[in-house]
């Protein structure tokens, strides 16, 4: 397959562009920084393995749940280029990617993957990778909680971004640094595709879990004042 994939629902752009062995990649800056370098990166990257939107199996993309400007940009790009080129998208969960990461880098099959879902909460979710399969399994729905009210399921690794930003997130746990990567996305874009998860580009949406995505200025100072 001739896949390109992308990520920008953290403080970092990760992007990867496959035909058939040939892999190209590219990382950088995040959050508003994205929205004016995804599109020329991507642009590279085609043209690096001398490919077209149009000639691509599919658009692979971080949908969330994450940083609200870095979705917006994936889902937007991921539209529009789907669109334009008439070929599918496959929308997947950052935490998927997220777990997918630390089992690429740690060898973590079992793992809670959080990440900083800022305004004091984090996103959670559990996922189980069958080595037998070669698939993840997900135990739990997505949750958005308190860091300190987080339970860590019997075995599991705490994996993501949220570990260094909150002392309370699960203290006694094994926790692993680990990042949605357009790589993994990669690495989990067959078995989805396989199961039925590419869309028309009209469903190239974000994942929201927090309907609120920004504090009022009361709540700012509110917040500032606690940690004062």
């Not at 896949?3 to 892999?23: K, M, N, P």
């Not at 995040?30 to 929205?35: E, T, V």
């Not at 937007?76 to 997220?98: N, Y």
Request: hydrophobic share 45%.
């Amino acid at each position: 397959m001739d896949l390109l994939a992308f990520d920008t629902s953290t403080d970092q752009t990760t992007i990867a562009v496959q035909r058939g062995d040939a892999l190209w990649q590219w990382q950088g800056g995040g959050g508003p920084q994205a929205s004016g370098t995804l599109i020329p990166k991507i642009l590279e990257g085609l043209s690096a393995l001398s490919l077209t939107p149009q000639s691509l199996t599919a658009i692979v993309f971080g949908q969330g749940p994450g940083a609200f400007t870095g979705l917006r940009t994936a889902c937007a790009v991921a539209q529009g280029l789907a669109f334009g080129s008439q070929v599918p998208v496959l929308p997947v969960c950052s935490l998927l990617a997220v777990a997918h990461t630390a089992y690429q880098t740690h060898g973590c099959a079992n793992v809670l993957a959080v990440l900083d879902a800022r305004m004091g909460e984090v996103y959670s979710a559990h996922y189980h990778y069958q080595r037998s399969s070669g698939q993840w399994q997900a135990l739990s729905g997505i949750a958005l909680s308190a860091p300190g009210a987080v339970q860590v399921p019997s075995g599991a690794v705490v994996v993501g971004n949220a570990q260094a930003v909150y002392a309370d997130l699960a203290p006694t746990s094994t926790h692993h640094l680990a990042l949605p990567s357009a790589t993994a996305l990669l690495q989990l874009a067959p078995a989805l595709i396989a199961a039925g998860g590419l869309r028309p580009a009209s469903q190239a949406l974000p994942l929201y879990i927090r309907d609120k995505v920004a504090q009022t200025t009361a709540e700012r100072l509110a917040a500032r004042a606690a940690g004062a």
